[in-house]
């Protein structure tokens, strides 16, 4: 009943993870790891993306239903060259 999963949630046409909150295209910086006990094997992660904005919504919506396991920063976007700052 185990299938193999990819390690990581798969990028999208852009070529970039983005925010899974609805409707948001924004690059997701956080990965929040959590399991259904109901649906998944103790072992099983299932993998959401959070940009700042909703990294806070997405985890409580998954704590609250007891839920999230983990977050980790998986890093931010490549920041804009600075070499013409002040
Ligand atoms: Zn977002």
Do not use: I, Y
Request: with cysteine; glycine share 8%; net charge negative.
């Amino acid at each position: 009943m185990l299938f193999p999963q990819p390690s990581g949630p798969p990028p999208d046409d852009a070529g970039h993870a983005v925010c899974s909150a609805r409707g948001c295209r924004a690059h997701g910086v956080w990965a929040l790891r959590w399991n259904n006990p109901k649906l998944h094997t103790p072992d099983r992660r299932k993998t959401w993306l959070a940009c700042d904005e909703h990294r806070t919504s997405l985890s409580e919506f998954l704590s609250l239903r007891g839920f999230l396991r983990e977050v980790d920063e998986v890093g931010a976007p490549p920041s804009e060259p600075t070499d013409d700052g002040p």
